[in-house]
Protein backbone atom coordinates (compact mmCIF):
# COMPACT_ATOMS: atom_id res chain seq x y z
CA UNK A 1 0.00 0.00 0.00
CA UNK A 2 2.84 2.55 -0.64
CA UNK A 3 2.05 5.37 -1.84
CA UNK A 4 -1.53 5.08 -1.70
CA UNK A 5 -2.00 8.48 0.54
CA UNK A 6 -0.21 10.37 -1.83
CA UNK A 7 -3.22 9.82 -4.01
CA UNK A 8 -5.40 11.24 -1.44
CA UNK A 9 -6.24 14.84 -1.86
CA UNK A 10 -4.01 15.88 -4.74
CA UNK A 11 -4.18 19.45 -5.17
CA UNK A 12 -5.13 19.61 -8.47
CA UNK A 13 -7.85 17.23 -8.45
CA UNK A 14 -9.63 18.87 -5.31
CA UNK A 15 -9.54 21.65 -6.97
CA UNK A 16 -11.31 19.97 -10.21
CA UNK A 17 -13.74 18.59 -7.25
CA UNK A 18 -14.57 21.80 -5.72
CA UNK A 19 -15.29 23.63 -8.85
CA UNK A 20 -18.00 20.61 -10.08
CA UNK A 21 -19.21 20.50 -6.56
CA UNK A 22 -19.91 24.68 -6.99
CA UNK A 23 -21.33 24.17 -10.20
CA UNK A 24 -24.01 21.82 -8.69
CA UNK A 25 -24.90 23.78 -5.96
CA UNK A 26 -25.26 26.80 -7.79
CA UNK A 27 -27.50 24.91 -10.14
CA UNK A 28 -29.76 23.66 -7.34
CA UNK A 29 -30.52 26.91 -5.73
CA UNK A 30 -30.99 28.29 -9.40
CA UNK A 31 -33.47 25.14 -9.96
CA UNK A 32 -31.20 24.91 -12.93
CA UNK A 33 -32.30 20.95 -14.34
CA UNK A 34 -30.67 20.89 -17.13
CA UNK A 35 -27.25 20.97 -15.78
CA UNK A 36 -28.34 19.23 -12.84
CA UNK A 37 -29.23 16.51 -15.06
CA UNK A 38 -26.18 16.55 -16.95
CA UNK A 39 -24.07 16.42 -13.35
CA UNK A 40 -25.66 13.40 -12.65
CA UNK A 41 -24.20 9.85 -14.48
CA UNK A 42 -26.88 8.88 -17.31
CA UNK A 43 -26.98 5.23 -16.26
CA UNK A 44 -29.33 3.32 -14.45
CA UNK A 45 -26.84 2.33 -12.07
CA UNK A 46 -27.08 6.61 -10.53
CA UNK A 47 -28.79 6.85 -7.32
CA UNK A 48 -30.11 9.18 -5.31
CA UNK A 49 -31.89 8.74 -1.79
CA UNK A 50 -33.99 11.95 -1.12
CA UNK A 51 -35.46 12.91 2.10
CA UNK A 52 -38.94 11.18 0.84
CA UNK A 53 -37.97 9.35 -2.08
CA UNK A 54 -35.52 6.74 -3.49
CA UNK A 55 -34.55 7.37 -7.01
CA UNK A 56 -32.92 4.85 -8.76
CA UNK A 57 -31.28 5.47 -12.46
CA UNK A 58 -30.85 8.76 -14.20
CA UNK A 59 -34.13 8.22 -15.84
CA UNK A 60 -36.26 8.51 -12.48
CA UNK A 61 -33.94 11.41 -10.94
CA UNK A 62 -34.80 13.47 -13.87
CA UNK A 63 -38.10 12.80 -13.59
CA UNK A 64 -38.10 13.88 -9.70
CA UNK A 65 -36.21 17.07 -10.61
CA UNK A 66 -38.22 18.16 -13.46
CA UNK A 67 -41.67 17.63 -11.42
CA UNK A 68 -40.05 19.20 -7.84
CA UNK A 69 -41.33 22.59 -6.10
CA UNK A 70 -38.66 25.22 -7.06
CA UNK A 71 -39.49 27.23 -4.24
CA UNK A 72 -37.57 28.01 -1.11
CA UNK A 73 -34.05 26.37 -2.67
CA UNK A 74 -31.72 28.38 -1.29
CA UNK A 75 -29.83 27.40 1.70
CA UNK A 76 -26.36 27.98 3.67
CA UNK A 77 -24.09 25.99 4.08
CA UNK A 78 -22.68 25.13 7.16
CA UNK A 79 -19.71 22.62 6.89
CA UNK A 80 -18.30 21.24 3.63
CA UNK A 81 -15.73 18.30 3.79
CA UNK A 82 -14.85 17.44 0.02
CA UNK A 83 -12.15 14.78 -0.69
CA UNK A 84 -10.13 12.97 -3.80
CA UNK A 85 -8.73 9.69 -3.71
CA UNK A 86 -6.95 9.21 -6.83
CA UNK A 87 -7.39 11.16 -9.76
CA UNK A 88 -11.01 9.83 -10.35
CA UNK A 89 -13.29 9.71 -7.76
CA UNK A 90 -14.52 11.97 -4.68
CA UNK A 91 -16.93 12.50 -2.29
CA UNK A 92 -18.77 15.93 -1.33
CA UNK A 93 -20.46 15.79 2.25
CA UNK A 94 -22.12 19.06 3.33
CA UNK A 95 -24.16 20.27 6.68
CA UNK A 96 -26.62 23.09 4.97
CA UNK A 97 -29.44 25.31 6.46
CA UNK A 98 -33.00 26.80 5.02
CA UNK A 99 -34.71 29.85 6.10
CA UNK A 100 -37.08 29.28 8.43
CA UNK A 101 -36.04 25.46 8.63
CA UNK A 102 -34.79 24.56 12.48
CA UNK A 103 -33.69 21.02 11.39
CA UNK A 104 -30.12 20.49 9.80
CA UNK A 105 -29.50 19.10 6.16
CA UNK A 106 -26.94 16.55 5.44
CA UNK A 107 -26.49 15.95 1.56
CA UNK A 108 -23.48 13.36 0.55
CA UNK A 109 -22.24 12.98 -2.76
CA UNK A 110 -20.07 10.20 -4.76
CA UNK A 111 -18.59 11.75 -8.06
CA UNK A 112 -16.67 9.99 -10.49
CA UNK A 113 -14.80 11.03 -13.60
CA UNK A 114 -15.86 9.53 -16.59
CA UNK A 115 -14.98 10.75 -20.11
CA UNK A 116 -17.35 13.57 -20.38
CA UNK A 117 -16.23 15.02 -16.82
CA UNK A 118 -16.99 14.52 -13.29
CA UNK A 119 -20.38 12.86 -12.48
CA UNK A 120 -22.64 12.28 -9.69
CA UNK A 121 -22.94 8.48 -9.59
CA UNK A 122 -24.47 8.50 -5.92
CA UNK A 123 -26.51 10.86 -3.48
CA UNK A 124 -28.10 10.84 0.03
CA UNK A 125 -29.56 13.93 1.31
CA UNK A 126 -31.22 13.39 4.74
CA UNK A 127 -32.59 15.93 7.72
CA UNK A 128 -31.50 15.87 11.24
CA UNK A 129 -33.53 16.91 14.05
CA UNK A 130 -31.88 20.30 16.06
CA UNK A 131 -30.31 19.32 19.10
Known sequence: MSGASEEVDLP??????????EQYEQALVANDVGLLDRLFRDSPATLRYGTGENLYGHA?????????????LSRSIRRRSLSTFGRDFGVASIE???DGEARVG???QTWVRFAEGWRVVAAHVSWMEPR
Open 12 to 21: AVLEELQAVF
Open 60 to 72: EIAAFRAARDARA
Open 96 to 98: FVR
Open 106 to 108: RQT
